[in-house]
């Protein structure tokens, strides 16, 4: 079975930075992309940054300059440092990876269960 277990979610004040983090565990075989998304109150979920396997990476227009992704390959954990956050960042961060277990050699998709990030002051 895998999972991917995210941490690091809080509240902080607008300025202020926060670091997440996500890592996979269970029978896997190999991991592909991984990346973050979020989900705001009443909006749909939308991609925040992803990494390739080699470190390649992208970041949506909205979190460019203030966030980045890293991984670790060796820990099969994802990062993701967020710096100058904003009032518009909050909400809800969910981890996902495309990946093969050993139990089931085709690409898969899987999700964390989300981490809760506040920006308030």
């Known amino acids: 079975q895998v999972q991917l277990v995210e941490s690091g979610g809080g509240l902080v004040q607008p300025g202020g930075s926060l670091r997440l983090s996500c890592a996979a565990s269970g029978s896997i075989f190999s991991i592909n992309a991984m990346g973050w998304y979020r989900q705001a109150p009443g909006k749909q979920r939308e991609m925040v940054a992803v990494?390739?396997?080699?470190?390649?990476?992208a970041v949506a227009d909205s979190v460019e300059g203030r966030f980045t992704i890293s991984r670790d390959n060796a820990e099969k954990t994802v990062y993701l440092q967020m710096n100058s956050l904003k009032p518009e960042d909050t909400a809800v961060y969910y981890c996902n990876a495309d990946l093969r277990s050993l139990s089931d050699m085709s690409l898969r998709k899987y999700w964390g269960q989300g981490t809760r990030v506040t920006v308030s002051s």
């Open positions: 990494i390739n396997s080699v470190g390649i990476a």
